[in-house]
């Protein structure tokens, strides 16, 4: 399950005509506020009415629901800043909101590069995020009693996938490629996703382990939920791979004898 369409149904602000919600708005102008939210049809518009809520309404029982809200929003607009100072507010208001955990790991793996003079720190950072993550998805309680049993599953296999792959970018990008290794291997095993069997052949192909690179990039360029960005860069990825094969063989191949000499 996509965690974009997973968020309606487990963030889903039905407010006061959900019976589901322990929560209740505390007056009509917090209902109003919390509509604003729910009806904004883009991004910008639901951050916007989202820090309105919290600014005009500071004890809102909805505030982790919102927060939570605004950190995938920001996630959709592919803005790592947004994330983290979105991630980052919603972990001040409940220091277990695991959502915020996993996007704060994500992000900063996301922008870690191996000349970082605080690597050690960014990758600490996102192994605490990532793990105290997983340790709360395990046992975490349905947001939503309207939401399936199979789509609250789905979900949080997602978020799991999200958090080991946010794992295996940090030690792929330290060269720790058995470690990246096992990460995107628990990913692919909590959600079947073409992007971490490409990221999972990228580090095989670092790592020289070719058969292994080649066979994750032949699965994610046939995954059935493969985009064509995903299908070109493991298509790219691949010939590279054999590339790389077949210069490794002919290195380790044993030189010819020379020709004898004429007498």
């Known amino acids: ?26 007056s009509q102008k917090e209902v109003d506020a919390l509509m604003a939210i729910q009806n904004a049809t883009t991004a910008d518009a639901r951050l916007k009415a989202i820090d309105d809520l919290l600014t005009n309404f500071a004890d809102t029982e909805f505030k982790d629901q919102v ?17 983290a100072v979105w991630a980052d507010r919603a972990l ?36 605490k995020n990532a793990n ?29 996938a999200s958090a080991y792959e946010a794992m295996g970018m940090a030690n792929a990008v330290q060269k720790k490629y058995p470690e990246a290794i096992a990460a995107y291997k ?11 069997m490409v990221r999972l052949g990228q580090v095989y192909a670092s790592s020289n382990q070719f058969d292994d690179a080649i066979a994750q990039f032949d699965k994610a360029a046939a995954h059935p939920q493969a985009s064509p960005q995903v299908k070109q860069v493991a298509a790219a990825a691949k010939a590279e791979a054999e590339k790389k094969k077949a210069a490794a063989a ?9 020709a004898p000499k004429p007498q």
């Open 132 to 160: 105290g993550a997983l340790a709360l998805i395990k046992d975490a309680a349905k947001p939503n009693a309207n939401m399936s049993d199979a789509d609250w599953t789905g979900y949080k296999q997602d978020l799991a």
């Open 92 to 127: 001040q208001a409940n220091p277990k909101d695991y959502i915020a955990m996993v996007d704060l790991a994500s992000v900063t793996a996301g922008q870690m590069k191996p000349f970082d003079l605080n690597l050690a720190d960014e990758a600490a950072k996102v192994n």
């Open 250 to 258: 002919g290195a380790a191949a044993p030189a010819a004898p020379a």
């Open 67 to 83: 927060l939570d809200m605004a950190v995938e929003t920001a996630r959709q607009k592919n803005d790592a800043a947004l994330v």
């Open 186 to 196: 628990a990913g692919l095993a909590e959600h079947d996703n073409p992007v971490l």
């Open 1 to 26: 399950m996509k965690r974009s369409l997973a968020m309606a149904a487990v963030l889903g602000l039905l407010l006061a005509a959900a019976p589901s919600f322990a929560q209740k708005p505390k």
